[in-house]
């Protein structure tokens, strides 16, 4: 079973002259666990974000290991960027808040997208979280015929579609009606299964919190520094 | 391998507007081409056929005049003179011209020629022995190369008849020879002018006055270029001969300005047309490629790297070059079918007045693919160093 484990992480950004930096103190994200991170807009949910889905390095960490297939990848050592692309492609799935999908590709072809660059190629696993998904659609039909919705949903089979470790969401329901959205999440987490640990960022406490979600919060310590911590930690109850 | 599957599919499913960019760089590339086609065609043929024809070097004064030894050499130290062969002062230097066997008679003209006389192409000089003609007079006695013929000259103040036996070494086309006429040695022109003159030729048996009285003179010369570019400053500078002088300059000058003007509209022509595909390329990959740098950036944090992100671009790039390449070598072979059936052009014209070789072609088009490639990896560097970071983003 794979795990995320983070010890004193930090990740410092300037821009000009100011200075802003987020903290990790702990946090682990193993199989079938769901956390869910809120925070204000600005507070560094998306930068912390970006160390966890390995699109960029932490500025220095104590512990920041991935667990996987038996081995266990020292992060804040690991190296280059070529390093991290192939473990984002093995071990990682993403769903943003409106998911690109390349225009010119049916449905089916923007599905398989992460499993052919993941090399594990399955097209039965594709149409079957398409049908999990509720996208009945003809395989050849363009993305540009689905609703919003649809493409939401498209973008969770697309993240799924080579069985990744993790699934990371940045406010995957955010354009959705609160209808939609909680239909999204169910089908997510569902396709999702025990496999997968979870790991999304909302500003949505209610469907989180209906989900099963663990929350976290990113608090601003002081002007210029963030820090995420579990809910129990926070000293703040984040209303439903 | 991703990044070319993706950028094949996005060559296939975008059919119209990769046409349209596709059209705009043969647009382009279509004037370089019919330029590049015309000058090949019609000027590169024009001057080439001048280059391959010796009389456009050849060179003459006017007036027949005594010419001394020391305006020959002068003549002859002059910048751009290839051959300089002297003319005898006796004004008309002909002769009849028969079979061996005594069968046939032509008036033919006689012209003193050595080594290196441009007439003679490939051919060996004639010797005392040989003479040289040109299609027309070899044709008219049915004469063909080793026949022998037999030379005769004859002149009203005498009664005896200069007659000679000789090889027909060799027969020149009539581009290089035109009418009855034929090269002989220097020595044979020399003897026949003195027996006209009336001296006496000893070696030939012919009684006549001392030839020891005889003064050799030149009325005029044979004078021959170096190459075209030769032809004009060579005329201008005989011109201090004050004889008048005769030359094709003006249209070795037209022939020669023409191909100036070709060159530099082919390059300048070419250069901002080049240009105009490059920018067309350009504006076809940022109004492609840029709304989908979000796209991108999500393909890089699903685990594309770099290079597939370069090969998606360069594949489209490509494929929208090749097809703009296509088309304009489509087009050009249709335009320049048309320009073939002007009459006008290709009356002046000795072949296809639009002609570009298939190998011309193909360095052209892979000239061109090159520097779209190098064009569209520039352009492939920009997004391929998205920073995957980007997709979680939606300013980008």
């Known amino acids: 079973m794979a795990e995320i484990e983070i010890r004193d992480l930090a990740i410092a950004l300037t821009d000009g002259s100011r200075r802003f930096e987020v903290k990790i103190p702990a946090f682990r994200l193993g199989a079938g666990e769901r956390i869910a991170i809120l925070g204000e807009t600005g507070s560094g949910k998306t930068t912390a974000l970006d160390v966890l889905a390995l699109a960029s390095p932490p500025t220095a960490a104590d512990r920041f290991v991935l667990r996987a297939d038996g081995t266990s990848i020292d992060l804040a050592a690991a190296g280059g960027r070529r390093d991290f692309a192939r473990l984002r492609a093995r071990h990682f799935g993403y769903v943003l808040q409106t998911s690109p999908h390349f225009p010119f590709l049916t449905l089916t072809e923007n599905a398989a997208l992460a499993q052919r660059l993941s090399g594990r190629v399955e097209p039965r696993r594709v149409a079957r979280l398409l049908r999990e998904t509720g996208i009945d659609f003809p395989a050849r039909t363009p993305v540009t015929a689905l609703s919003i919705g649809q493409r939401q949903r498209l973008a969770v089979v697309r993240a799924l579609a080579h069985a990744p470790d993790f699934l990371l969401c940045d406010e995957p329901t955010g354009a959705l009606d609160p209808a939609t959205a909680d239909r999204l999440m169910t089908v997510m987490l569902a396709a999702a299964g025990e496999r997968a640990g979870v790991l999304v960022v909302s500003h949505d406490a209610a469907l989180v919190r209906r989900h099963g979600f663990a929350i976290w919060r990113m608090e601003r310590e002081s002007g210029s520094t963030s820090v995420l911590r579990p809910e129990s930690e926070s000293g703040r109850e984040v209303q439903p | ?396």
């Not at chain 2, 595909?277 to 944090?301: E, N, V, Y």
Request: proline share 6%; aromatic share 4%.
């Open chain 2, 1 to 396: 391998m991703i990044g070319v599957s993706l950028g094949l599919a996005y060559l296939r499913r975008r059919p119209r507007a990769n046409l349209l960019a596709m059209l705009a760089i043969a647009a382009c590339l279509l004037p370089i081409l019919v330029a590049a086609g015309l000058k090949a065609g019609y000027v590169d043929r024009m001057v080439g056929g001048l280059r391959a024809d010796p009389r456009a070097l050849a060179i003459g004064f006017r007036a027949d005049e005594t010419l001394g030894e020391a305006e020959l050499a002068a003549i002859r130290a002059l910048p751009g003179v290839a051959y300089v062969e002297p003319l005898p002062a006796w004004l008309s230097l002909s002769a009849v011209l028969g079979r061996a066997d005594g069968s046939g008679a032509l008036d033919v003209t006689l012209l003193p020629s050595s080594a290196g006389d441009p007439l003679l192409g490939d051919r060996a000089p004639p010797e005392e022995t040989t003479i040289v003609a040109g299609e027309a007079a070899a044709g008219r006695l049915r004469l063909k190369e080793g026949d022998g013929v037999v030379l005769s000259r004859s002149v009203d103040s005498r009664p005896e008849v200069f007659e000679v036996t000789l090889t027909l070494a060799a027969i020149r086309p009539a581009t290089h020879l035109p009418g009855n006429r034929l090269l002989v040695a220097p020595a044979l022109a020399r003897e026949i002018e003195s027996f006209g003159r009336g001296f006496a030729l000893p070696g030939r048996g012919l009684a006549g006055r001392d030839p020891a009285e005889e003064r050799p003179a030149y009325a005029n010369a044979r004078i021959f270029a170096a190459d075209l570019e030769s032809v004009a400053p060579l005329i201008d500078a005989l011109a201090v001969f004050d004889r008048g002088v005769s030359g094709d300059s003006g249209a070795v000058a037209f022939a020669l300005a023409l191909d100036r003007a070709a060159r530099l509209l082919v390059l300048v022509f070419g250069g901002a047309l080049a240009a105009g595909a490059m920018l067309s390329l350009w504006s076809t990959l940022d109004l492609g490629m840029l709304p989908q740098r979000r796209h991108l950036a999500l393909f890089k944090l699903m685990g594309a790297r770099g290079a597939d992100v370069s090969a998606y671009v360069l594949t489209i790039a490509l494929g929208i070059g090749c097809g703009g390449v296509v088309i304009a070598v489509g087009a050009f072979h249709a335009v320049a079918a048309g320009l073939d059936r002007l009459q006008p052009l290709a009356d002046a014209a000795d072949g296809p007045i639009c002609d570009l070789s298939p190998a011309s072609l193909l360095l052209g088009a892979a000239l061109t693919l090159v520097v779209l490639a190098v064009l569209a990896l520039a352009f492939a560097r920009r997004l391929a160093g998205l920073s995957p970071a980007g997709a979680l983003r939606d300013e980008i």
